[in-house]
């Protein structure tokens, strides 16, 4: 069986975010100022080949070693460092050598069946249009959550000048025979299954204790089913995952988005998998900006009560998620915090051109607080006493600021870039001289290292009003947070 997951402090970055390189990191790792601050490290998957989305479209999961090395990995796991590494499950990058093959080969490609051909998934669901792709009945459109304008295809044309219609969920280009992508993987093909085996394998290989299962519900899929999410479709794929992964010693953590209202998240602990916590970033910008502790305290409460398993951050390399607490705190609240966040810089993509039904805004944690040291400690101190495994984004951790020059630099869809600026090794040197990192450091270094965090810890939590305290019982080892909203202010007692 996969081993559990610890609860210690995890770092989040590219393997080229502090310095350039993961040896740079796997450097700054052994500083005194960072001994004893993180047992985990996310990196996030341009460690891989890959051509798009900051590595988010994979070519192959061998190692660019441009920016890491099999030697850089050893280093983290000579810290005691274990790894968290990505598994995009739904796609591969148009440039991936089996998407490669079949332009090349077409009819007569081993990997003809590895990517979705819409014409034949679609077959008796539609009628087939000039421009060569079937066009899917009204009453199966209507279950489809598309992430683009138009039906999601790329036609890709097959040696013989045939035009074939191929499932495409996300980003497209087209030079001529060239294509960039993100191809969605047909998961009803024997070969698909031989490329999870292999890539679950490799990625255990590199040390990984957990896989991030990235847009993993998008990837089981049926005429007349939506293509997000399918119950059961989604719960079975899950599992067969998990009995891949299990006797590698893997643990998965899957990426869902949802409402708090839907209770995917329950639905995924009563299956025995840890959730990402995408509540919290909210709810402690709420907790801090409107001084009250009663939706922050009610959802630590719920987590510690049903013994949800729980991976948390504030900031992340994707965008503040708000549209998640749907059902957890008022729906004029969340706008409130969106308009809060956008009036401090942060920005919001509209999705298909409708006004906020993206669920994420794009800003650094420490702006999206309005740049405030001691809103940025209040709100370290908070996620370092929450339940669950904590995970830091590098950016916040050093104080980063909105970047709005790279992403004007990243043009169209450059949202993202606000919160992705790599610091140089100069920078982190001036970073570490602050008040606001050194104090972030010792949080880390106490829930790292204190008796009372370790396994087995009650935690109590009660929070109205104004404040909210959460407490750590483990023996006799003990750890008490205290806040006061109105004051803005916390204090942290230990044994």
């Known amino acids: 069986m996969a081993k559990s997951m610890n609860n210690k402090p995890m770092l989040n970055a590219y393997p080229d975010s502090l310095g350039g390189k993961l040896s740079d990191i796997a450097a700054l790792l052994k500083k005194k100022e960072m001994q004893d601050t993180f047992s985990s490290f996310y990196i996030l998957p341009s460690l891989y080949h890959s051509d798009l989305d900051r590595g988010f479209s994979v070519v192959d999961y061998n190692l660019n070693e441009e920016l890491a090395t099999i030697e850089d990995l050893s280093q983290l796991k000579e810290l005691g460092i274990d790894l968290k590494l990505d598994f995009i499950l739904n796609h591969a990058s148009a440039q991936s050598p089996q998407f490669k093959d079949l332009v090349e080969k077409g009819d007569e490609s081993e990997y003809r069946d590895f990517f979705i051909d819409w014409n034949k998934f679609w077959e008796g669901h539609g009628v087939m249009t000039d421009e060569g792709y079937i066009q899917p009945d009204e009453s199966c459109l209507k279950q489809m959550f598309f992430r683009k304008p138009g039906l999601p295809i790329l036609m890709v044309e097959f040696p013989d000048g045939r035009r074939v219609p191929y499932w495409n969920t996300f980003y497209q280009e087209v030079h001529g025979r060239d294509y960039l992508g993100q191809m ?87 299956k025995g998998y840890a959730t990402y916590d995408f509540f919290l970033p909210g709810l ?75 669920y994420q805004v794009n800003a650094t944690y420490y702006s999206a607080l ?40 990243a043009g169209e869809s450059g949202h993202k870039e606000i919160n992705r600026t790599n610091l140089s090794a100069s920078d982190i040197e001036e970073a570490l001289k602050k008040d606001v990192v050194a104090k972030q450091l010792e949080l880390l270094r106490m829930r790292n290292t204190h008796k009372a965090f370790e396994k087995g810890a009650v935690i109590t939590v009660a929070g109205e009003g104004p404040k909210l305290s959460i407490r750590y019982d483990n023996g006799e080892a003990y750890a008490l947070l205290t806040v006061d909203f109105e004051a803005g202010a916390y204090e942290i007692e230990l044994s």
Request: hydrophobic share 40%; net charge negative; charged share 30%.
């Open 370 to 409: 309005g740049e405030s040291d001691s809103k940025m400690l209040l709100a370290r101190a908070i996620q370092m006493f929450m339940p669950g495994k904590p995970q830091v984004w590098y950016l916040d951790l050093f104080a980063g600021k909105n970047d709005h020059e790279a992403v004007r630099r």
């Open 184 to 270: 969605d993987l047909n998961i009803k093909s024997e070969k698909v299954w031989d490329f999870y085996r292999e890539t679950l394998k490799k990625i255990a290989s590199y040390g990984a204790a957990i896989v991030r299962l990235d847009a993993f519900a998008y990837a089981p899929k049926a005429p007349g089913k939506k293509n997000f999410l399918n119950d059961p479709e989604t719960w079975e794929f899950l599992q067969q995952i998990h009995e891949l992964a299990a006797p590698l010693g893997l643990t998965l953590l899957p990426e869902i988005h949802a409402a708090y209202e839907e209770k995917i998240y329950k639905t995924l602990a009563d």
């Open 284 to 358: 402690v910008i709420d907790a801090i900006e409107n001084r009250r502790a009663d939706y922050l305290a009610k959802w630590a409460r719920e987590v510690v009560e049903d013994k949800i398993s729980t991976v948390n951050m504030l900031g992340c390399h994707d965008g503040i998620p708000l549209l998640d607490l749907k059902g957890l705190l008022p729906e004029d609240d969340i706008r409130s915090l969106i308009d809060l966040i956008v009036s401090r810089g942060g920005m919001v993509k509209n999705l298909h051109g409708q006004k906020n039904i993206y």
